[in-house]
């Protein structure tokens, strides 16, 4: 919250929350501003009386209890960002009660211009300064990740302006306690996941997905990999040049393009398997769908 009170009141919560529920309900989002498609949600712009805001909605959660413990890590990973030397944008978090005991939440964040973001600077960008930001993301990646706290470290999951850098993409916060466990409750953020996969993805999947992003080679060969997902892979050796400065052994061309080509399957494949669930709950079961799912997206 900032001292001038929080970004989305109780009432415009509630709005937010019956127009996404429209959404949900039809499986059709025309009617809502997207700012931008993770591949876990969407990210809405949304009015509030002292402007619009960044919102995303988190999965469902069962009870109080496991919002508060969500809400705690995603302080403890804001807090340990900053102390990384990566600054978070401001972002809040906003609850309301929902039938059951169980908590419906938005992560709220102000607006970042969308000609600051990663991929737009990229698009843009020439000579000394493509070298500048890929450069800027690195050294921060390498200097915030280690086996306790992860970073995607993405050119979409950045605001670049100037010399300030802004990390937006805290929603699932990569932190491992003592024993090496995951802050993050599993089982909220995968009840996203057609529940026939979800024993498959949290045995096997996600403790191979996760480890990309708690090694520092790891996270710029994932930042690498995704300049094609960007259709920026004409950056690629400025990258590489930089990233060799950094890590060890130096990531090549032809190991950037081996993962890509595997996260991007895997990738396709879940997103694929997630509009067949949607189609599944909302036409055969007649449920709605609680989840705002992206379009199709060019890999
Ligand atoms: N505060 C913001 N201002 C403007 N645009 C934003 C903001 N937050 C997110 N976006 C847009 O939405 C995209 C997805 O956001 P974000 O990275 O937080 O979600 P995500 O990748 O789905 O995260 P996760 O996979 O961890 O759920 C961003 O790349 C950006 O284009
Ligand atoms: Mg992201």
Redesign the pocket.
Known sequence: MTAAGPLITAAELAELEAAVGRAFAGGDDRHLRV???????S?LAWDTARGPV?V?RLPPFPDRPRFDAYAATVADYLAALAAGGVTP?TTELASAAAPGGAVVAYLV????P?AT?G?RRLAVAGGDEVEHVLAAIVERAVAVVDGRRGL?AQL??W?IDGERLVY?????PMLRDDAGGERLDGEVFLASLPWALRPVVSRFLLRDILATYYDPRGAVLDLLGNLHKERLARHLPVGLAVAARHVRPAITAAEVDRYYRADARSWALLQRLRRLDRAWQLRVRRRPYPFLLPGPIAR
């Open positions: 700012l931008g498609y993770g591949e876990i949600s990210v960044a995303k944008v964040q102000p607006i970042l969308a973001l991929p995607d979409s999951n605001a937006l993409d805290v929603s699932t």
